[in-house]
T-cell receptor
């Protein structure tokens, strides 16, 4: 599975959009980009995934560059409850055992 | 929405006890996983199962066993608990038919072995 690179931490003002970047320059053609987050002392929460098209659901939007070497997770109106560690993972199948990197610690500030 | 339910959020047991951690999912998923998560070590796979009555060892199966008698339930067993098994245990499930679909996690069980 391709490796990912994320900034270790980011801050975002409450109510503003949070844009979390992820680099995955060695991604293969059959690999998806998955995003999870983990709020302190809770289990990881699935957010969104995509292959090459941009995706949107009730939680977030995922923007994947045309060359697929990077992506951005967008939380359109961040709230204090979005404070968490966000993990970007690249895998060819959701059935593969997950390996989390260090992720990005997002702090939403009032 | 997918619901993965772990039987306990917090559990305290003594060294040498046999410990059962239960996980139930309500989405008819074929695949189920048990991970443990420790600070600085990330997620580590203990066991997984792709179908009823089948199991596969993950990266750290020593000291653990699993049981999958029904599709919706995947149990993790600590045969003789030791202090180095104090950890956060996470259960996940995913669809086997659409293998691009993500894994969904339970809330975790924080297990302390005294």
């Amino acid at each position: 599975d391709a490796k990912t690179t994320q900034p270790p931490s980011m801050d975002c003002a409450e109510g503003r959009a949070a844009n979390l970047p992820c680099n995955h320059s060695t991604i293969s053609g059959n690999e998806y980009v998955y995003w999870y987050r983990q709020i302190h002392s809770q289990g990881p929460q699935y957010i969104i995934h995509g292959l090459k098209n941009n995706e949107t659901n009730e939680m977030a939007s995922l923007i994947i560059t045309e060359d697929r070497k990077s992506s951005t997770l967008i939380l359109p109106h961040a709230t204090l409850r979005d404070t968490a560690v966000y993990y970007c993972i690249v895998m060819s199948s959701g059935n593969t055992p997950l390996v989390f990197g260090k992720g990005t610690r997002l702090s939403v500030i009032a | 929405d997918v619901k993965v339910t772990q039987s306990s959020r917090y559990l305290v047991k003594r060294t040498g006890e046999k410990v059962f951690l239960e996980c139930v999912q309500d989405m008819d998923h074929e695949n189920m996983f048990w991970y443990r998560q420790d600070p600085g070590l990330g997620l580590r796979l203990i066991y997984f199962s792709y179908d009823v009555k089948m199991k596969e060892k993950g990266d750290i199966p020593e000291g653990y066993s699993v049981s999958r008698e029904k599709k919706e339930r995947f149990s993790l067993i600590l045969e003789s608990a030791s202090t180095n098994q104090t950890s956060m245990y996470l259960c996940a499930s995913s669809s086997g038919e659409r293998n691009y679909q993500p894994q969904h996690f339970g809330d975790g069980t924080r297990l302390s072995i005294l």
